[in-house]
């Protein structure tokens, strides 16, 4: 079932459709040279599918079912990849990285499950990039570090594709508002997660809000994170206010990676302690795994920012239930 479909008032797109095919690679042509220079990272390819039960697939919250077929050549199914999390951090092992050296690569996926709405859409395209760090490094001081470098690798791209498309006027706030989910839920206590994301990028423009995964004081979580690739303590999405959509926009989605203890107790408190059959699990367990940091840059989410969007169906190609498709030709919003 699709949310809410939203329509902004008097919208009507400052680029025309062939323009709009343009800026999109523009975007994604500076963003990612410039994401690459500021962490430091090289880019490869990576799988869109990967063998069933090999432990490599995300899982996500653990309830959404993969896209699965079978292969005729060999006697196991394959999944399309839900993200890469686990695959970057067994990549950088076997090519050899060292710290302070990473990787970046494009990630498609399809999430059937996911529901379909301005800013979510079945086909999920993003940059995935992770890189090796010290045991001293995981911390919530480089972790913000990070975070920093990858907001100013977001406001150079707007300026520069500010510069070609001069009928763009809109801004990002290249300072980080840092917070955590708790303080955020200490801040609302009767709103929901979505609500206080809206509230307070709003009213700080660019946030980071840290430590997603646990449960809060309330009882609820945030947000629902997997427990084997970020550690929930040192975790966090980047939210920058959506002036077309009037409302938050996530970004990223990055964190320091699980270790061995984190990864124990993540797995306890999930009831998933049955994982650490995979080898992923046990590579990170003896310490043969490399100590990471890494995350995910929606492709199609930062195009819909810089090139002030409503839809994420104008920068992305995907499938749409005829309700939507009619609504949004219905008020200019021009899907792909």
Not at 66 to 77: L, R
Not at 287 to 295: D, E, I, N
């Amino acid at each position: 079932m699709s949310r809410s479909l939203y329509i902004p008032e008097g919208y009507k797109s400052s680029l025309t459709l062939r323009e709009t095919q343009h800026a999109i690679k523009y975007v994604k042509d500076v963003f990612q040279q410039a994401l690459s220079f500021a962490l430091t990272l090289d880019r490869v390819t990576a799988p869109l599918i990967v063998q069933k039960g090999s432990g490599i697939n995300d899982d996500l919250n653990g309830v959404e079912r993969k896209v699965e077929f079978d292969i005729k050549e060999i006697n196991t199914n394959a999944e399309v990849v839900q993200s890469l999390a686990k695959w970057k951090r067994m990549a950088l092992y076997r090519y050899g990285y060292q710290t302070g050296e990473g990787i970046y690569t494009d990630m498609n996926a399809i999430r059937r499950d996911d529901d379909a709405d301005n800013t979510h859409s079945i086909f999920v395209d993003q940059w995935d990039w992770e890189k090796v760090i010290t045991p001293e490094q995981r911390n919530v001081e480089f972790l913000k570090a990070a975070v920093r470098s990858i907001v100013k690798a977001v406001v150079y791209t707007k300026r520069k594709v500010r510069l070609r498309y001069p009928q763009l006027t809109g801004n990002i706030n290249d300072e980080v508002f840092f917070i955590t989910s708790q303080e955020l839920e200490d801040m609302y206590p009767d709103k929901t997660p979505k609500e206080r994301e809206k509230l307070i990028a709003k009213e700080h423009g660019t946030v980071f809000i840290m430590q997603i995964g646990g449960v809060l004081a309330s009882g609820q979580k945030h947000d629902g994170r997997a427990p084997d690739y970020d550690d929930w303590s040192l975790n966090g999405d980047i939210m920058v206010w959506d002036e077309v959509l009037d409302n938050a926009l996530e970004i990223s989605s990055m964190g320091i990676r699980v270790d061995a203890e984190s990864l124990k107790k993540q797995l306890a408190e999930c009831g998933a302690e049955d994982r650490m059959q995979y080898k992923y699990h046990k590579m990170i367990a003896d310490g043969t795994l490399p100590l990471t940091m890494g995350g995910g840059i929606g492709q199609s989410r930062l195009c819909m920012l810089l090139l002030e969007k409503a839809h994420i169906g104008e920068v992305q190609s995907s499938v749409w239930s005829d309700e939507v498709v009619e609504k949004c030709a219905d008020n200019g919003i021009i899907l792909l």
